[in-house]
């Protein structure tokens, strides 16, 4: 079995670097109001984090995938 590159591997995880240093913003932020006695908020905040994080991928591969139709890429 060959050892996947990173692209493979953010393919697999389904997630990229948006989504997980979204994630962990959302569960520092989460974990501060848990600090005043909200239980599961940082849970909850780091889901909706990296929820957002994916949307934000997906758009950004949207439009690199427009211009690098148009423009085309370099390798």
Not at 1 to 29: F, P, Q, W, Y
Not at 33 to 54: D, P, Q, R, W
Request: charged share 20%.
């Amino acid at each position: 079995m060959r050892e996947l590159n990173t692209n493979e591997m953010v393919a697999v995880s389904g997630a990229g670097r948006v989504a997980d240093a979204a994630k962990a913003l959302g569960e520092g932020i989460g974990a501060l109001i848990e600090n005043f006695g909200v239980t599961g908020a940082k849970n909850a905040a780091g889901s909706l984090g990296n929820g957002i994080g994916l949307v934000v991928e997906a758009g950004i591969d949207f439009v690199s995938s427009i211009f690098g139709g148009i423009f085309g890429r370099k390798k």
